[in-house]
């Protein structure tokens, strides 16, 4: 891949994702709603910053505008940019709605403004990552908002894949569980049931990148750094009620109540 777009790329998973595409040579552009941050992770790697907020619709549209004036085209378009508030359902409308566009819309932005572009031009195959977390597949104890609008993001990335995937286009969806990031820093710090719970198996964004490294030498829709996932999913699949119920007693240890 030789022209990268990553948003969310300021730290964490992004900052990973970037520093990886670059140092294998590729042109590599740095997306954060964080100016200052986009700038550090770009100078450090030889990349261009392009500061704006994923979940906004014009800022996403000179995002890929700027790619296209300044390395010709993106081959690889890691849509990262993601937002975890812990909450339940007595949770602010207002929160509901900006994680649902940070989690959400902003795929939905990128893919307008990307694909037109992609399907009007035959120059090799092309690739989207989405950052979806394992919430998607699973769900996230502590955080309504989360589990249920990266649901959503995943269930987009699958629309994506069964429709485009014969025109030349590539969707994976990345869904790593405990990522040691600030995002999984602060819920520690704030007794989050769903960090602890994630705190022990927690990869190195590192490698979590190196996890993507891989996947994009082949094309399955899941990229899963942690394995157990899958067995998860599978349980969740076959057996909702059971999969339900230890879920449920997890929450219930975490609150101190009868196991």
């Not at 042109?27 to 100078?43: C, G, K, L, M, R």
């Not at 998860?232 to 059971?242: C, E, G, I, S, V």
Request: hydrophobic residues 45%; aromatic residues 6%.
């Amino acid at each position: 891949m030789k022209r990268v777009v990553v948003t969310g790329a300021g730290g964490g998973i992004g900052a990973a994702l970037a520093r990886r595409f670059a140092a294998q040579g590729a042109e590599v552009i740095v997306n954060d709603v964080d100016p200052s941050a986009a700038e550090a992770v770009a100078s450090e790697i030889g990349g261009l910053p392009v500061p704006g907020d994923a979940a906004n619709e014009q800022d996403t549209q000179r995002l890929i505008d700027t790619a296209w004036n300044e390395l010709g085209g993106i081959d690889l378009f890691c849509a990262n940019a993601g937002v975890l508030t812990a909450g339940d359902e007595s949770t602010p409308d207002e929160v509901w709605t900006r994680d649902w566009n940070v989690n959400v819309m902003s795929h939905v932005y990128v893919t307008r403004a990307l694909l037109p572009r992609w399907l009007d031009k035959g120059d090799g195959p092309k690739r989207l990552v989405m950052t979806v977390s394992a919430a998607g597949l699973l769900t996230l104890l502590g955080s309504a908002p989360y589990a249920v609008t990266k649901h959503a993001a995943l269930s987009y990335a699958e629309w994506l894949r069964a429709t485009y995937h014969h025109r030349g286009i590539t969707v994976q969806a990345l869904c790593p569980q405990g990522v040691r990031t600030d995002m999984l820093t602060r819920g520690s710090e704030r007794g989050s049931a769903s960090a602890a719970l994630l705190a022990d198996g927690a990869l190195e964004p590192d490698e979590v990148a190196a996890k993507v490294g891989e996947a994009l030498e082949g094309d399955s829709f899941l990229i899963l750094p942690h394995a157990e996932v899958a067995d998860f999913y599978q349980l969740r699949a076959t057996d909702p009620d059971r999969w339900l119920g230890g879920m449920n007693k997890m929450q219930r240890a975490f609150e101190g109540g009868p196991r």
